[in-house]
C-alpha cells in the first residue's frame, strides 16, 4: 500500500513537471488565466514546476522501489505535499481569493497527506533491536 501511494504522487509529479517543461504556456493559461510574457519566468517556470517536478518524481520512484524506503517515501509525500498545501493556505489569506484550481489543488494535497497518514497507520513500522 505505500508503494502504491507513493508510486501514484509519483506519476502526478512526473506527468505536472513533463507539462510545465515543455508547455508552461498552455498549462499556465490553463490553471492561472495567464501567460509571462518575459523569457526568464518561463526559464524558471521550467525549472521549478517541470524541473524540480520532475526530479521529485525520480525520487520518489526511487523510494517506492524498495521495500526498506517505502515508509520514508509516505513521509516525503506528507512532507512535499503538506508543505504545498500550508503555502496555499498561506497565499489565500494573503493574496485573497483564487480560482477554482487553486482549491481544488488544496483539496488534494490534504487528501493526499491523510490518506498518507492512514498509510503510515496501518503498517506500522517495525525497530530491531
Same mark, same amino acid.
Request: net charge neutral.
Given at each position: 500500500m505505500q508503494a502504491l501511494l507513493v508510486r501514484i504522487v509519483a506519476t502526478v509529479f512526473l506527468f505536472?513537471?513533463?507539462? $510545465? %517543461?515543455f508547455w #508552461? +504556456? !498552455? $498549462? %499556465? /493559461?490553463? +490553471? /492561472?488565466?495567464?501567460? #509571462?510574457v518575459m523569457p526568464s519566468t518561463l526559464i524558471d517556470v521550467r525549472a521549478t514546476y517541470g524541473g524540480l517536478s520532475l526530479g521529485l518524481a525520480v525520487v520518489l520512484f526511487k523510494l517506492a522501489g524498495e521495500p526498506a524506503t517505502q515508509r520514508a517515501g509516505v513521509w516525503a509525500v506528507i512532507l512535499v505535499l503538506g508543505g504545498? *498545501?500550508?503555502?496555499?493556505?498561506?497565499?489565500? !489569506? =494573503?493574496?485573497?481569493? *483564487?480560482?477554482? $484550481?487553486?482549491? /481544488?489543488? %488544496?483539496?488534494?494535497?490534504i487528501l493526499a497527506v491523510a490518506v498518507s497518514? =492512514?498509510?503510515? *497507520?496501518?503498517? #506500522?513500522? $517495525?525497530?530491531q533491536e
Open positions: 505536472y513537471g513533463t507539462a $510545465f %517543461l #508552461p +504556456q !498552455i $498549462f %499556465l /493559461l490553463r +490553471q /492561472l488565466g495567464e501567460v #509571462p504545498m *498545501a500550508v503555502g496555499r493556505c498561506y497565499g489565500l !489569506i =494573503v493574496d485573497g481569493s *483564487a480560482n477554482g $484550481f487553486m482549491y /481544488l489543488y %488544496l483539496a488534494l494535497e497518514f =492512514v498509510v503510515l *497507520a496501518l503498517r #506500522p513500522s $517495525f525497530h
